[in-house]
């Protein structure tokens, strides 16, 4: 009797792998050498992607040498050396002493055609010309100039995802002046606990931003964010929702409007390849948020890397990204504009216009790279949206998604729903360094459920616990060896310890990303969630995306949370559902939920207690907070509510009578 069950586990497991390896796509030979991927590859004497990877990351300084010469970055002083080794991974240095401008790179095109499409929620549409983005950007840099701005003060910014935050951003960096955004729901607090830390001298808001179908008013909450912050000396604001600015013109604040002159000379400060560019922020939902630094050279070649080699982005695409100016991604996509691609930015809801006006987006504006995060494709085929029968999609040739690890069902989706001859890349990096450890690539396949390969540069291998690299097992995602997108410090942290603390406890010298995974057979990942939030019932570590991507079957059920509870010295899995209105969590419901999880994961997957309730957290990226549910079950307080974008629901998962019984 045991040799059969055996035997069936082996069976369903094979069958399972066999369901996962599934090529959804696979680039014609035709396409593939119109890549730059392709053309890069062959320049450097390889017929294969494995083969390119590995040279990558065994000769990283001649890697990164060649990518530079292949994307043509202007490098207005050149390096004395490549890598320079330091004691430790985080004390290497890249391109030491080279000297560019990151806003140079990003305006080298010129030309009438549209270098920005901004469309908003309200029907709004605005095109930017390159000849005329480089225009603003100087007038704009011309005012920092006059109100004494230098190189190394900070610009704060708390905006919609609008042309003007582009066109700001550019005249920082064109002067070497440190930039930083919020988009405009962040909470006062959660603003303050960004901004006030890295003390800026300037600091530009919009009048409001449309949401939904709602107006909001800005300028009550920027006023009290300007009047929080003592180093603020000067402030812009930008008409959004209105046709002028307010009416208040004080010697602090500016509008907008009156900045843009006729005629004013575009000048870029030759500056080092670390020169401070952005300040990022962790999430804060378990502390103050930390102020990421991050270089302009390494975050100009780490771009040009992904949008051309990995997501072959030229100047005949459009790129658009469903982001806020608060998320990592605005500042990836931003970056687009060094490849020569016309930017299609959106600012609102992204389920407004029943769910459809992302697509509509698509299809007026001829999007050929459509990038979204996880969440929103998985909403999609929760409403039951079908593009592919209401919508013209033929010019996207790419789509990416990012977030959170995409359900194998997702990817069903895309192909049956949305379009078929696409190339889907799930991609998984961060904030900490500004970019992705496991990319796309338009010369491979696509696998079900899976992430299709390590980016070029980045020695990215898994750990197990003591620290031994695995492959076909789950484990720890680690990077071995440094790369120049890495932070180049945080801010107010004298002797990089909270940076050091952050990437490198757990393995000394090695950048623990704290992501649960496994290296495929196919040499793709598959990303389980988060290793903070890993589940341990029974000494037995399982990813949370595993079970998400069960329940995320059930057509009752809109979004889920699971959290492992500290019960009786070991750990409980408690899953919480929100449902359709009108639902109930019924006990069919949950046997049936429980029935699947143990079919198509292990026994150890089920969980003990499946509750309804109304709202989950997230921040104000779209990411579920599983560690501020875990620690409110467990009467715990959450540090910092003001990161979470609806933190007054937390509340109803305090002292919930079921979870406090083994029944």
Same mark, same amino acid.
């Given at each position: 009797? $045991? ?78 050396? !490549? ?57 704009? *840099? ?37 930039? !930083? ?64 600015? !307010? ?80 998320? $990592? ?32 987006? *698509? ?279 003001? *990161? ?20």
């Amino acid at each position: 009797m $045991m040799v059969m069950i055996r035997i069936i586990g082996v069976i369903h497991n094979k069958k399972k792998e066999k369901n996962l390896s599934k090529i959804l796509w696979e680039p014609s030979y035709d396409r593939k050498k119109k890549t730059a991927m392709y053309r890069f590859m062959r320049q450097q004497g390889f017929k294969n992607y494995d083969d390119l990877y590995q040279w990558s990351i065994t000769k990283r300084s001649l890697f990164w040498e060649e990518l530079a010469k292949f994307c043509d970055v202007n490098f207005l002083k050149k390096q004395n050396s !490549t890598l320079v080794a330091g004691e430790s991974m985080a004390e290497d240095r890249w391109f030491d002493g080279a000297e560019l401008n990151f806003a140079q790179q990003l305006l080298k095109y010129s030309g009438t055609r549209p270098a920005i499409i901004f469309v908003g929620e309200n029907t709004k549409r605005q095109e930017v010309s390159f000849n005329e983005l480089r225009f603003q950007v100087a007038s704009v *840099a011309n005012f920092l100039k006059k109100t004494g701005l230098k190189k190394g003060d900070c610009v704060a910014a708390f905006l919609p995802n609008c042309p003007e935050a582009i066109i700001a951003m550019l005249a920082c960096s064109s002067l070497g002046i440190i930039w !930083t955004s919020c988009s405009p729901d962040f909470g006062l607090e959660g603003v303050v606990d960004r901004f006030g830390q890295i003390k800026p001298k300037l600091f530009i808001y919009s009048d409001g931003y449309y949401y939904n179908g709602n107006v909001y008013d800005s300028l009550k909450i920027a006023g009290q964010i300007a009047n929080k912050i003592s180093s603020i000396k000067h402030e812009i604001v930008i008409p959004f929702i209105g046709e002028d600015c !307010t009416n208040d013109r004080s010697s602090l604040k500016t509008c907008w409007l009156d900045i843009i002159e006729t005629d004013v000379d575009l000048h870029f400060e030759s500056l080092p390849f670390d020169h401070p560019l952005y300040v990022l922020y962790s999430s804060g939902t378990t502390g103050s948020p930390k102020c990421i630094v991050h270089g302009a050279g390494g975050t100009l070649l780490q771009h040009l890397k992904e949008h051309i080699l990995h997501y072959d982005i030229g100047k005949d695409d459009r790129l658009f990204y469903f982001t806020t100016c608060g998320w $990592m991604m605005w500042n990836w996509m931003v970056s687009g504009l060094a490849t020569g691609s016309t930017l299609v930015i959106y600012d609102g809801s992204p389920f407004y216009n029943d769910g459809n006006i992302l697509w509509d987006l *698509a299809e007026s504006e001829n999007v050929t790279v459509f990038g979204v995060s996880a969440k929103y494709i998985s909403a999609q085929e929760k409403a039951a949206i079908k593009p592919r029968s209401t919508h013209d999609l033929s010019s996207i040739k790419t789509i990416l998604s990012t977030g959170s690890p995409l359900a194998p069902e997702s990817f069903d989706y895309v192909y049956n729903d949305v379009k078929t001859d696409i190339q889907l890349s799930s991609v998984s990096g961060g904030t900490d360094i500004i970019s992705c450890f496991v990319s796309g690539n338009p010369i491979l396949p696509v696998i079900k459920g899976e992430l299709q390969c390590m980016g070029l540069g980045m020695a990215v291998e898994v750990f197990d616990d003591d620290g031994n690299s695995i492959t076909e097992k789950d484990g720890e995602l680690v990077c071995t060896k440094s790369f120049p997108s890495m932070p180049i410090y945080f801010w107010n942290d004298p002797n990089n310890h909270l940076y050091k603390n952050a990437y490198f406890k757990k393995f000394k010298g090695i950048w623990c990303q704290g992501d649960f995974a496994v290296i495929t057979k196919s040499k793709g990942m598959i990303i389980h969630g988060r290793s903070d939030t890993v589940l341990n019932p029974g000494g037995v570590r399982i990813g949370t995306a595993d079970i998400y991507s069960q329940v995320e079957k059930f057509d009752q059920v809109l979004e889920s949370i699971v959290i492992g509870q500290n019960w009786n010295y070991d750990v409980r899995i408690i899953l919480f559902l929100v449902l359709r209105e009108n639902m109930i969590l019924d006990d069919s419901l949950k046997s049936s939920i429980r029935a699947l999880i143990k079919k198509n994961t292990s026994p150890k997957h089920v969980p003990s207690k499946i509750i309804q309730v109304d709202e989950i957290p997230r921040t104000r990226s779209g990411k579920i907070v599983e560690l501020a549910v875990k620690k409110t079950v467990e009467g715990h307080e959450v540090e910092n509510t003001a *990161a979470i974008a609806n933190p007054e629901c937390l509340i109803k998962f305090r002292d919930i009578p079921e979870l406090r019984s083994d029944i």
